[in-house]
C-alpha cells in the first residue's frame, strides 16, 4: 500500500538556525499539506500545495515558513529561522485531487519531531 | 468549515463493540465525513470516509443518517491495540484545510 514518508523523523536545532523537512507524498497524488501538531494540543493545518503553488495556508504559515517541490518526487516545508514555539510533530499529507469529486482523502505521513533549543 | 462535536473520551473493553457519535449540524452539501485514528506521536490514519447511509471497510463501519447531521463510527470488537484518540471531520474538495477538533480519546481496557 503506497504511503506517505518523511525524514527526518526527529531534527534538533537551535533557536534561529534554518530547518528543512522533507516529505515524499504518494506518487500519483497532486495536492500536498503540511499540518503540525504542538505537544498535547490539535493538529493544525498550515498549507496546501497544488501545481508548484501554495493554494491555502493558515495564519501560523507566515514569511518564517516556505514550501517548495524540488524535483517530482520530494515536497519541503523549510523554516528559516526557528524559534522556540516552532517545537512540534510536522506532519505532510496528500491527496489524489479528483476533480469534480467532493471528496478528496488526504494520507498523512508519520511526521518529523522537530525540537528547537 | 463546519464543526464537529464529538465526546473527549471514552472507555470500552476488549471484544465490545465502539460507537463513537459525531455531531456536524452545519454540514455543506458537498461536505464528506472522514475518521482518522492517531496514536501517540504517529500521523492521523484513514480509517474511513462516507456521504450518507452506510459505509463499511475492513476496520469499521460508519453511519450516516439521512440529514447528515451526525455520524457515528463503529468499531467491532475492540482490542487493546485500539487505544487511540479518533477524530471526525467534516469537508471536502481538493485542496481543502482539514480542521481537527480534540478528538474522542478511545481507551481499551483488558
Known amino acids: 500500500e503506497p504511503e506517505v514518508t518523511q525524514t527526518p523523523s526527529h531534527q534538533v536545532t537551535q533557536m534561529g538556525q534554518e530547518v528543512i523537512l522533507r516529505c515524499v507524498p504518494i506518487s500519483n497524488h497532486l495536492y500536498f499539506y503540511w499540518y503540525r501538531q504542538i505537544l498535547g494540543q490539535k493538529v493544525e493545518f498550515l498549507v496546501s500545495?497544488?501545481?508548484?503553488?501554495?493554494?491555502?495556508k493558515s495564519e501560523i504559515f507566515d514569511d518564517q515558513f516556505s514550501v517548495e517541490r524540488p524535483d517530482g518526487s520530494n515536497f519541503t516545508l523549510k523554516i528559516r529561522s526557528t524559534k522556540l514555539e516552532d517545537s512540534a510533530m510536522y506532519f505532510c499529507a496528500s491527496s489524489r485531487g479528483l476533480a469534480g469529486q467532493g471528496r478528496d482523502t488526504q494520507y498523512f505521513g508519520p511526521g518529523t519531531r522537530l525540537t528547537v533549543l | 468549515l463546519a464543526k464537529t462535536t464529538q465526546p473527549i473520551s471514552m472507555d470500552s473493553y476488549e471484544g465490545q463493540e465502539v460507537n463513537i457519535t459525531c455531531s456536524h449540524n452545519n454540514i455543506a452539501t458537498n461536505d464528506y465525513i472522514t475518521w482518522y485514528q492517531q496514536f501517540p506521536s504517529q500521523g492521523p490514519r484513514f480509517i474511513i470516509q462516507g456521504y450518507k447511509t452506510k459505509v463499511t471497510n475492513e476496520v469499521a463501519s460508519l453511519f450516516i443518517p439521512a440529514d447528515r447531521k451526525s455520524s457515528t463510527l463503529s468499531l467491532p470488537r475492540v482490542s487493546l491495540s485500539d487505544t487511540a484518540v479518533y477524530y471526525c471531520?467534516?469537508?471536502?474538495?481538493?485542496?481543502?484545510?482539514?480542521?481537527f477538533g480534540g478528538g474522542t480519546r478511545l481507551m481499551v481496557k483488558p
Open positions: 500545495f497544488y501545481n508548484n503553488e501554495i493554494s491555502e
Open positions: 471531520l467534516v469537508g471536502g474538495g481538493a485542496g481543502n484545510m482539514l480542521t
